[in-house]
């Protein structure tokens, strides 16, 4: 009985160290924009998902240009980027998706996700003054885009990425629920105060910011342990 709690807790910490291994990640460092002739300012990896962002902030211009990199949960899947003006939770988020469509091209679409319900391509909140993917020959999607920034928004800003597994006729099918996919959310410093980090930007309507993340996760609870198991397992 101990012997096998034991064993349970060295796969456990053996699992939390994969899972939290540099090597595995899209790292500022390693990751090289192949096709394009594109500097950022500054990068950040994001603390899950294995995730990074490359970014410039014009302040003057209030254009923001991002360079958002992941991996999606699997081949036929999809990952997004996006930024929450509203709050700090999926709901309100202006996305961008991308995916490779049937034809091989990967293509981006944007998203005003007003519910937890199936999501639609529309427009979103922010100008988009340009938008466009690039799929690497490591299994990585990279979404280039750069937003047009309200006037008066402030020196911070929520931003929500994530990965999905299926795309189902050219609607991003909805992600897993692991820890990692709802803790794929903080704040973004445009001014360099401070480094990124799970802690949410005050949110202009002040309020209950969580409710959403709670909502997100009721019946998907089992499905995200099997995706657990299936990323402690996969590797
Ligand atoms: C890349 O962009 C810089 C700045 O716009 C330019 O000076 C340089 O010639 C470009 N290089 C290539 C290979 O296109
Ligand atoms: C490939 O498919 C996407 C999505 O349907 C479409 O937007 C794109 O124009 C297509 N590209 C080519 C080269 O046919
Ligand atoms: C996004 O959806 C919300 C809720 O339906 C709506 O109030 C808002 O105007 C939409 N934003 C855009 C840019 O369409
Ligand atoms: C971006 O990098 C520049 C140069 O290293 C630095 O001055 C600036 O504060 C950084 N900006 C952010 C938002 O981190």
Known sequence: MAAASLSLLLLIAAAAALLSSPALSLTCESHKFSHRNVTFAN?????????????????AAKTLSVAFTAAP?????????GLNPTATGMVGTQALVAFDAANGST??????????GPISE???????????????SGGAITIFA??????????AVNQIWQVGSAVADGVPVKHAFAP????????????????????????PGGGNVNVGARNWGI??????????LVSIFGF
């Open 219 to 228: 019946g998907f609870g089992m499905y995200g342990i099997c995706v657990v």
């Open 146 to 155: 750069t937003l047009k920034l309200p006037e008066g928004s402030g020196a």
């Open 180 to 203: 990692d996919n709802l803790a794929s959310k903080g704040t973004l410093r445009l001014d360099g105060a401070a480094e990124h980090g799970g802690a949410p930007a005050p949110s």
């Open 43 to 59: 990068c950040t990896e994001l603390p899950t998902l294995k995730a990074s962002l490359h970014y410039t902030y014009d302040a």
């Open 107 to 116: 293509v981006v679409k944007t998203y005003n996700i007003t519910s937890y």
């Open 73 to 81: 949960a699997s081949p036929q899947g999809w990952i997004g980027w």
């Open 122 to 136: 529309s427009p979103i909140s922010y100008g988009v003054l340009s938008k466009s993917a690039e799929s690497s």
